[in-house]
T-cell receptor, first 115, second 112 residues
């Protein structure tokens, strides 16, 4: 069966420090991968998605970047964190199904607090 | 652009009572529709999904949802809620290009 891991689970970082959040998927090949941010009391905002190694689409301009160095690894980064980067970060995967939509399966999330 | 509206930000029901969470979507083509549940500090878990066929969809934990094209709705229902159902519920629509658009969520509180 497929599983998705995220780490760290929680992170407290000072403003201006770098960030690296990691997401890995097991039990599937060639998945689509997604990064979402969930601010307190709000819905999910899609940040990045990837349909393959080195292929990243950015949904909103921001202080963050994403990379996919391996098929089942997705990394969210920042060179200098802002207070507004605080939130709950969720990684998700789905089966790559051409142009159609398939179910997304979510990881446990990373709680990031920027002080 | 595609959008999802969950009109109720917060709902409180008594344990054992019936539940209906509303979801309305805006999408030009036949939608792919999903309901997810999120417990505090956790990721999202899929409750059920509609792609095609029977418009009444059964999901996990005793939940069901009905797709009504004429009303652009996909409301989630449960005949009798349990205290463990307290969580946040998200409706989502497939946007094509393998992306989902989520509603803002409905927080469910259960009174004993």
């Amino acid at each position: 069966s497929q599983t998705i891991h995220q780490w760290p689970a929680t992170l407290v970082q000072p403003v201006g420090s770098p960030l690296s959040l990691e997401c890995t998927v097991e039990g599937t090949s060639n998945p689509n991968l997604y990064w979402y941010r969930q601010a307190a009391g709000r819905g999910l905002q899609l940040l990045f998605y990837s349909v393959g190694i080195g292929q990243i689409s950015s949904e909103v301009p921001q202080n963050l970047s994403a990379s996919r160095p391996q098929d089942r690894q997705f990394i969210l980064s920042s060179k200098k964190l802002l207070l507004s980067d605080s939130g709950f970060y969720l990684c998700a995967w789905s089966v790559r199904a051409g142009g159609s939509t398939d179910t997304q399966y979510f990881g446990p999330g990373t709680r990031l607090t920027v002080l | 652009a595609q959008s999802v509206t969950q009109p109720d930000i917060h709902i409180t029901v008594s344990e054992g009572a019936s539940l209906e969470l509303r979801c309305n979507y805006s999408y030009g083509a036949t939608p792919y529709l999903f309901w997810y549940v999120q417990s505090p500090g956790q990721g999202l878990q899929l409750l059920l999904k509609y792609f095609s066929g029977d418009t009444l969809v059964q999901g996990i934990k005793g939940f069901e949802a009905e797709f009504k094209r004429s009303q652009s709705s996909f409301n989630l229902r449960k005949p009798s809620v349990h205290w463990s159902d307290a969580a946040e519920y998200f409706c989502a629509v497939g946007q094509g290009a393998q992306k989902l658009v989520f509603g803002q969520g409905t927080r469910l509180t259960i009174n004993p």
